[in-house]
């Protein structure tokens, strides 16, 4: 049976994501009431808007908490986003269970609730900050002793992308369309992607709105974010490498991109900072930073063939990462570029220094030439159709675990053109 955290009255199974110190935020919805905000903890949901129809949490306007989205609960700002999770811990303190007689109106089974996208996301960028990845690719598609563009170590690479086929978690996919070109062919084909892949990535939520003209800086980006989702950036690779030159991606990148539901706010993470890798040369001076704004969260990655078990191909992590969030917004505004509430910023693939670490197939299976076995007896180069792919990630030290769930996407045959 597990075991409840000594820290809440809620019951809190051990190696939980959702622990009393994380509380994620979330749009839900079940058989009671449609989509509105929702906190997690262990294996249920607190309802924020029940909570307010008990009399409590008076002072937050009841749309905010009734909203099919976070965003206006997050334009509020830090200081009573920050203040609501004081108080709920507060109030699911195991030595002080003011909530406890109120169990049966406030907490929802997580297994009876829907989960929904949990932004309204107007813009969406994806950077391209991880060495290794980026080096790996280099190799791949250029020389391997020059695999970096002269860019790539002075400023985060990135573009902006696709926000409307941004999905939560467990919505399928099917396997996108477009134009292909062998090598040795003269002319490009049309049809199904060949080289379907997944790319592990984490993604921070802007929290608060910029004028055109305003430039963020290193010291000041963390109060622009809210938190942070696991995110998988569904890649095309035959689709991207024919169409990507002059421009970068279209078709193989924007037909879908899958996003956790719960938002672990930025705050939840304070005990995980870690120290990121040596940038060399020395950056420009508007993107020096003081401190630690790395994280050491641990990130996984399995492939499910249909009817068949989980075969875990990748373990990375988020502290790898050579452009941390708070360059990646200060580059991103440095020209002045306006930030809305909700907006999103993607990491970028996230691989580590070791082959078990790449955040890619197309890097686990250097091209395909290093076919990953399954449980089944098959193999797998690049996403299968009905394979599901699984990527989890949580931040563990001295007893203290912030998890962020889980994202999944099925992938189904294409549909007719």
Request: hydrophobic share 40%.
């Amino acid at each position: 049976m597990p075991q409840s955290s000594p820290l809440s009255w809620v019951n809190v199974p051990v190696n939980s994501d959702f622990t009393w110190h994380n509380l994620p935020f979330g749009i839900f919805s079940d058989a009671k009431a449609g989509p509105r905000v929702g906190v997690a903890i262990g294996e249920d949901i607190l309802d924020l808007a029940a909570l307010r129809q008990l009399g409590f949490l008076m002072h937050l306007p009841p749309e905010v908490l009734e909203n099919a989205v976070l965003n206006d609960l997050i334009a509020l700002g830090k200081s009573t986003t920050l203040a609501l999770r004081h108080t709920l811990q507060d109030w699911l303190r195991a030595d002080k269970p003011t909530l406890q007689p109120y169990a049966p109106q406030i907490l929802v089974s997580q297994k009876e609730a829907q989960l929904h996208l949990p932004l309204k996301i107007g813009d969406y960028t994806d950077f391209y900050s991880s060495l290794e990845h980026a080096t790996n690719v280099g190799a791949m598609f250029r020389d391997p002793k020059n695999a970096l563009l002269p860019n790539w170590r002075h400023l985060p690479v990135g573009y902006h992308g696709r926000a409307s086929s941004i999905i939560v978690s467990g919505t399928p996919i099917h396997r996108p369309l477009g134009q292909t070109k062998a090598d040795e062919a003269e002319m490009p084909d049309f049809g199904p992607s060949r080289l379907l892949d997944f790319e592990l990535e984490m993604a921070f939520v802007v929290g608060k709105s910029t004028t055109l003209g305003q430039r963020i800086s290193t010291a000041e980006a963390e109060d622009y974010i809210f938190g942070l989702v696991l995110f998988n950036d569904w890649s095309a690779r035959d689709i991207q490498k024919w169409e990507y030159v002059p421009l970068g991606p279209f078709l193989g990148k924007s037909f879908a991109s899958s996003l956790s539901p719960w938002v672990v706010m930025l705050e939840a993470l304070e005990p995980f900072r870690s120290p990121g890798p040596v940038q060399e040369p020395a950056v420009l001076p508007y993107l020096r930073f003081d401190g630690l704004k790395n994280y050491d969260i641990q990130l996984e990655v399995a492939i499910q063939a249909q009817h068949q078990s989980p075969q875990v191909v990748c373990q990375s992590n988020f502290k790898y990462m050579y452009w941390n969030m708070c360059q990646q917004l200060a580059h991103h505004s440095v020209n002045g570029c306006n930030f809305n509430v909700g907006d999103l910023c993607a990491s970028g693939t996230i691989s580590g220094p070791q082959a078990h670490q790449y955040g890619s197939m197309l890097e686990l299976t250097w091209r395909g030439t290093k076919p990953i076995p399954m449980p089944d007896g098959t193999e797998r180069r690049f996403i299968q159709d009905y394979d599901t792919v699984i990527m989890k990630g949580f931040a563990e030290k001295d007893g203290l675990r912030v998890g962020f769930g889980e994202v999944r996407g099925q992938i189904l045959p294409s549909q007719p053109a």
